[in-house]
C-alpha cells in the first residue's frame, strides 16, 4: 500500500492480458464446514463520516499521523465525505497540498477487522488524472488493497494486495499515468527492502473502472474493466486474514508547482465473496441483483476461514420494482443458456428469458449470470414466478 519505491525482489509480471494464462470460475478450496463464508456488500449510501452507521458496519476512518506518503503530513477525518457523484452517493476521499509538510492532508478509510482473506474483491472507482482545484502534477496515490501488519521486518506472514495503486503523474521514480497491482511477501521500512510481485498498465485510467481480484489455489488475479492484468502466485500469495482499504496520499512534494491542488478519488461500490471466484461478469450481476432489490448494505462474512462458500446466502430474496442504478457493467456474459429451458448455474440469462426450476416457470427480471444459490426461489428480485 504505499512504499518509498517498487523495488521487487520476486518476479515482475507482465501488464498484458495475452501473456496470462486462462481462467476458470471455482470456488476457493475450503472444508465441509456448515457455516456459510459470506459476503460484504456497501454502496456507501451515509449521510457524512459521521453517520452512526458507518462505525456499526466496521468502517473506521484514519486520523491518526504517521505513513505512508509525505512525512510531517496529516490524515483528516474530515478528507472522508460521502456526496452524490455522477448520480450515485459514493464514498471520497480528498488529499490536498500547498507544497509543504503541514499543509498537506491524506484520506484513508476501511474495513478494519480483518477478516478477509480468499474471495472476490471488487470495487467500482472513480479515479483522477487532474486535481479537482489546484495546479496539476503532484505524485499523488489513489488506492485499493488489503492488508494485515507487518509484525517485525521482513515478517514472512506478512499479507498484502494491492488491488489498485494509481499514480497519475507518476512517482518512484516513474512517469506517469502508471496504474500497479502489487502482491506483497514482506518489506523492511529501514533500510529499504521489498518482497513482491507486482504489474503495472502505463497508462491513464481517468474516470470509472471495475477493480476486480481473484484469489484462489495459490493465484492472485487481477483485472481492471474485465480484463486479466495480473496473475501472481508463489510465496506472495496471501498467508493470514486482512483488512480491506482504500486511501490517497502524496508520496512526495517533488511535483508541486505552486498554490493549493486538492485531489478526489470516489469509490461507488465495494463487494467481496468469500471464498467464491466469481468471474467479472457474475460479479456484476451480483451488484445489480442488490441495486435492483433496493438494497444498500449486506455484511455476513465470517472470520475463519474453514467455512462452506455454497452456502452463502443470495443477495436479495424479495421482489422488488425499484430500477437498478448500477452503472452498465464493463463486461458482458458469454455463456449460452441452455436449450431445455431448464435453470442452471453460470450462464448469462437475458432479461424476459423464461425457465423451469422445481417444476415450475419464472421469467427473468433482470439480465444477469446465474450462481450456486441464486435458484429461481432464492432471489425473486431476479425471476418473477409465472
Known amino acids: 500500500m504505499g512504499r518509498p519505491r517498487k523495488i521487487a525482489v520476486g518476479a515482475t509480471v507482465a501488464a498484458t492480458a495475452a501473456a496470462l494464462a486462462g481462467f476458470a470460475v471455482a470456488a476457493a478450496p475450503s472444508s465441509s464446514a456448515a457455516t456459510a463464508c459470506g459476503v460484504l456488500f456497501d454502496d456507501f449510501a451515509y449521510s457524512s463520516r459521521t453517520d452512526p452507521a458507518l462505525g456499526q458496519r466496521g468502517w473506521s476512518i484514519r486520523g ?5 506518503g509525505v512525512p510531517g503530513a496529516s490524515w483528516l477525518a474530515d478528507n472522508v465525505s460521502f456526496p452524490t457523484v455522477d448520480g450515485q452517493r459514493v464514498a471520497q476521499l480528498t488529499a490536498r497540498t500547498d507544497g509543504t509538510a503541514g499543509g498537506t492532508s491524506h484520506a484513508e478509510f476501511s474495513q478494519s477487522n480483518r477478516r478477509f482473506f480468499e474471495g472476490t474483491y471488487l470495487a467500482r472507482i472513480k479515479f483522477a488524472d487532474a486535481p479537482a482545484t489546484g495546479p496539476d502534477g503532484d505524485h499523488v496515490n489513489q488506492t485499493f488493497y488489503t492488508i494485515s501488519p507487518l509484525a517485525a521486518p ?6 498484502e494486495m494491492d488491488f489498485s495503486e494509481y499514480l497519475p503523474n507518476g512517482g518512484w521514480g516513474e512517469a506517469g499515468p502508471i496504474n500497479y497491482q502489487t502482491t506483497w511477501y514482506t518489506y523492511v521500512a529501514d533500510p529499504w527492502y521489498a518482497d513482491n510481485q507486482h504489474s503495472q498498465q502505463a497508462r491513464s485510467i481517468n474516470g470509472w473502472h471495475d477493480v476486480l481480484a481473484t484469489v484462489a489455489g495459490g493465484h492472485v488475479r487481477y483485472y481492471l474493466d474485465g480484463v486479466l492484468v495480473g496473475d501472481h502466485s508463489g510465496k506472495v500469495y496471501p498467508r493470514q486474514n486482512m ?8 508520496i512526495d512534494l517533488a511535483g508541486h508547482s505552486g498554490g493549493t491542488a486538492v485531489y478526489q478519488q470516489a469509490i461507488d461500490y465495494v463487494y467481496h465473496a468469500k471464498k467464491q471466484v466469481l468471474s467479472p461478469a457474475q460479479a456484476a450481476a451480483a451488484i445489480t441483483a442488490y441495486r435492483s432489490a433496493g438494497r444498500t448494505h449486506a455484511d455476513t462474512v465470517v472470520t475463519a476461514n474453514d467455512c462452506d462458500p455454497g452456502s452463502t446466502p443470495p443477495p436479495a430474496t424479495t421482489p422488488t420494482t425499484t430500477a437498478p442504478t448500477t452503472r452498465p457493467p464493463t463486461t458482458a456474459p458469454t455463456t449460452a443458456p441452455p436449450a431445455a429451458g431448464a435453470w442452471a448455474p453460470g450462464v448469462a440469462y437475458a432479461q424476459g428469458q423464461i425457465v423451469t426450476y422445481g417444476g415450475r416457470r419464472y421469467q427473468c427480471r433482470q439480465a444477469h449470470t446465474s450462481l450456486v444459490s441464486w435458484e429461481p426461489p432464492n432471489v425473486l428480485a431476479l425471476w418473477l414466478p409465472l
Open 154 to 159: 521482513r515478517d514472512p506472514n506478512y499479507s
Open 64 to 68: 491518526a499521523a504517521g505513513g505512508p
Open 243 to 250: 483488512s480491506i482499504d482504500f486511501n490517497q496520499w502524496f
